[in-house]
C-alpha cells in the first residue's frame, strides 16, 4: 500500500490489485461524533446531499445515471467517525469515477427543494431503524452504555434535528470539514499510478483549518441495565463493555478473544448457548474499536423467560479464558487471518477498511495487523478477560410484551 499527500493536505491510500475493476473512495473525516447537539444528524443529512446535484451534474439521476451506465456501483454512508463516498468501476473508467467524486465533493448544490425533501427522507430512514429491534438494540446499547462520550448518540441523527435542518446550516458545517486536509482518498484496483489524475480532480481545493476533535471523558463503567417492550415474538439483547481505542495494547488480545467466543457456528458461544441447549437462534459479538475507546458486545435473540439461564452460560465462557488451550489459541489465529484477508478482497471493502484506519489514525496498526495477532499469548488473553469482563456490564433488551 502507498501512501502519499498533496500540498492542500489531502492524503491518499493506494494498492494496485490485479482485477478487473477499481474503486475510489473519498473519505471525511467527520461524524456524528462531531456534532452538537443542535446538529445531531447533519453529517448524515450532507452524505445524501451531496448525491443530489452539482454545478456540473444538477440532479441526482444525472449523477446516479452517469455511474450506472458503465455497470458501476456507487453508495455512500456515515459513521461516528466519518462520512465516505465511494464508487466502484471498470478500470478503463477510472477516471470518470474520480470525476464525478470530485464533483459532489467540491459543487453541491443545497437546493432548498432537495433539502425538503431529504428532511422526510431521513425521518423515514430513522423510523424503519427504530422499528426494527436487531437495528435499534445497537442504538439502546450505545445510549446506555456511554455516559458523555458522543458514541451514545446514533450517526442518523435527532428525528427534530432534521426536521429543521435549513440550508444554512449545511453549508456551513460543510464549509467547516470538507477540507482536503480533512480528507482521505483510497484507490484499490488495476491502474497504474493515480497521483496525477488525483491532483487534476483534487488538487485545486483549498486547505482551510479545520475544528479539532473534543472528546469528553467517559466515566467508568457501572452496572447498567435497559430494557424497553415492544411488540415483538422475540426478544432482543445486548450484554457488553467498554474497552480500548484502535492500537491500545489490548487490541489484538480482544480480537482473539472475539475469534474464540465468536466464529460462526463453531464458536463457543454458538456452540454452548445454541447448539448444546438451543437457548438462542442466534447469537455473536461485535467488537468494536474506534478513535479513543471501544467496546465488546454480545448480541442474542431469545424467548425473555431464557436471558438468566444465557447469562450464566456467557459468564462462564468468560472465566474459561482464563485456561485458553494452545489449540484455542492458534485456532482464533488462524480464523482471524482468514476472516481480515477475505474481507478485504473486494476493492471496495479493502478502500473501506484503508480509510477507516485512516480516518482514524491507525493506518500504521492496519499494516502490522496479524503480525501482533499471531504474538498474542494465553497469558494475554487470561489478563484482558480478567481486566474487562467484570460484573459491571451493561445489558440492554428489546423485550417482548407477553
Not at 166 to 190: D, E, H, W
Request: with cysteine; glycine share 4%.
Amino acid at each position: 500500500m502507498k501512501k502519499f499527500t498533496l500540498r492542500n493536505g489531502l492524503t491518499v491510500l493506494y494498492e494496485k490489485r490485479n482485477t478487473a475493476s477499481v474503486a475510489v473512495e473519498v473519505c471525511v473525516k467527520v461524524g456524528s461524533i462531531d456534532e452538537k447537539p443542535k446538529e445531531r444528524g447533519i453529517s448524515h443529512f450532507l452524505e445524501h446531499i451531496l448525491f443530489e446535484g452539482t454545478k456540473n451534474r444538477p440532479d441526482t439521476l444525472q449523477i446516479s445515471n452517469e455511474i450506472e451506465k458503465y455497470g458501476a456501483d456507487f453508495n455512500a454512508g456515515t459513521t461516528p467517525e466519518a462520512t465516505y463516498f465511494y464508487i466502484k468501476i471498470l478500470n478503463k473508467h477510472f477516471e470518470i469515477a474520480v470525476d464525478i467524486l470530485s464533483d459532489m465533493i467540491k459543487n453541491p448544490l443545497f437546493k432548498e427543494d432537495v433539502i425538503l425533501k431529504n428532511r422526510k427522507i431521513i425521518v423515514d430512514e430513522i423510523n424503519m431503524i427504530n422499528d426494527d429491534p436487531r437495528a435499534y438494540q445497537w442504538i439502546l446499547f450505545n445510549l446506555s452504555l456511554y455516559k458523555k462520550h458522543m458514541l451514545r448518540y446514533p450517526p442518523y441523527g435527532d428525528t427534530q434535528v432534521v426536521k429543521t435542518m435549513s440550508r444554512t446550516k449545511l453549508t456551513s458545517y460543510f464549509k467547516r470539514y470538507y477540507s482536503p486536509n480533512n480528507m482521505v482518498i483510497a484507490i484499490s484496483g488495476n491502474v497504474n499510478n493515480p497521483t496525477n489524475l488525483i491532483k487534476k480532480y483534487f488538487g485545486d481545493m483549498k486547505k482551510t483549518k479545520v475544528p479539532k476533535r473534543k472528546i469528553l471523558e467517559e466515566p467508568k463503567q457501572k452496572k447498567t441495565i435497559k430494557k424497553v417492550k415492544k411488540d415483538t415474538g422475540n426478544s432482543y439483547y445486548v450484554l457488553g463493555y467498554k474497552t480500548v481505542p484502535k492500537g491500545h495494547k489490548d487490541t489484538h488480545a480482544l480480537e482473539v478473544i472475539y475469534a474464540i467466543l465468536s466464529r460462526g457456528q463453531s464458536g463457543r458461544l454458538f456452540d454452548e448457548v445454541r447448539t448444546k441447549r438451543g437457548l438462542v437462534y442466534d447469537i455473536g459479538i461485535n467488537n468494536k474499536m474506534s478513535i479513543d475507546t471501544g467496546n465488546f458486545a454480545i448480541f442474542f435473540n431469545c424467548n425473555k423467560s431464557k436471558l438468566e439461564q444465557i447469562k450464566k452460560v456467557i459468564f462462564k465462557e468468560f472465566e474459561k479464558l482464563q485456561n485458553t488451550t494452545k489449540k484455542d489459541l492458534k485456532d482464533a489465529k488462524t480464523f482471524l487471518e482468514g476472516e481480515f484477508l477475505l474481507s478485504i478482497e473486494d476493492n471496495s471493502a479493502y478502500c473501506d477498511t484503508l480509510t477507516e484506519w485512516e480516518a482514524e489514525n491507525s493506518i500504521k496498526n492496519l499494516q502490522s495487523f496479524l503480525k501482533k495477532v499471531k504474538k498474542v499469548t494465553e497469558k494475554d488473553i487470561a489478563r484482558v478477560a480478567k481486566k474487562y469482563f467484570t460484573k459491571e456490564f451493561c445489558l440492554v433488551g428489546i423485550e417482548q410484551k407477553k
